[in-house]
């Protein structure tokens, strides 16, 4: 029934982990992956991937999408207590249509 | 500051008022949308507009009326609302060529 599935639902790290939350979707005419941040109120872009194997970094960040096996990964490293908030995954189908995942939270513990 | 506003943040109302929100944004776009955001649920897409035109109603309650005067602005009239329609309501907009939204502040709604 849910287009986009996120895992874990929630996340608990020290600093200086890595971590790696997934994304995986089921749409009829995909185009485009994106991730976002979610702190207190409005989502923040992070990414958009629209093609296979090709990774996309900034900073501590990363994330590349697998469109054969229909999923994504973001990662990342040496974590910070910045970093807790709840990360969205959302998928664009042809024709302006959205499709979000419940989020995974994630808390970063000094 | 994401150059999407949106007012009031707070709102509460009883089942029979009518009540309205509004988004606006300074970046140029030609996209706006109205996301709902329940408690352990995935945003919920509303409505979509390009160009200032309707292009997206994902079955949502008549209750909900959208209006998109210009590119820059963008409504959502509320009209005998019931207590599960209390919700974070999100307004985001984008280049209609590129998929990146830019999300405002929310408005937390309350249904008493």
């Known amino acids: 029934e849910d287009k986009v599935v996120q895992s874990p639902l929630s996340l608990v790290v020290h600093e200086g982990d890595t971590v790696t939350l997934n994304c995986s979707y089921e749409v009829t005419n995909f185009r485009s992956l994106l991730w976002y941040k979610q702190e207190k109120k409005a989502p923040t872009f992070l990414f958009m991937l629209?093609?296979?194997?090709i990774e996309k970094k900034s900073g501590r960040l990363s994330s590349i999408l697998d469109k054969k096996e229909l999923f994504s990964i973001l990662n990342i490293t040496a974590t910070q207590t910045g970093d807790s908030a709840v990360y969205l995954c959302?998928?664009?189908?042809?024709?302006?249509?959205?499709?979000f995942g419940t989020g995974t939270s994630l808390t970063v513990i000094p | 500051e994401t150059g999407v506003t949106q007012t009031p943040r707070h709102l509460v109302m009883g089942m029979t008022n009518k009540k309205s929100l509004k988004c606006e944004q300074h970046?140029?776009?030609?996209?706006m949308y109205w996301y709902k955001q329940s408690a352990k649920k995935p945003l919920e897409l509303m409505f979509v507009?390009?160009?200032?035109?309707?292009?997206e109603n994902n079955s949502v309650p008549s209750r909900f009326s959208p209006e998109c005067p210009n590119s820059s602005h963008l409504f959502l009239h509320l009209h005998t609302l019931q207590p599960e329609d209390s919700a974070l309501y999100l307004c985001?907009?984008?280049?209609?060529?590129?998929?990146?939204?830019?999300f405002g502040p929310g408005t937390r709604l309350t249904v008493t």
């Open positions: 985001a907009s984008s280049h209609t060529s590129s998929s990146e939204q830019y």
């Open positions: 629209t093609s296979s194997g």
């Open positions: 507009y390009n160009f200032k035109e309707q292009t």
């Open positions: 959302a998928v664009e189908e042809v024709g302006n249509q959205f499709y």
């Open positions: 970046l140029g776009h030609n996209a």
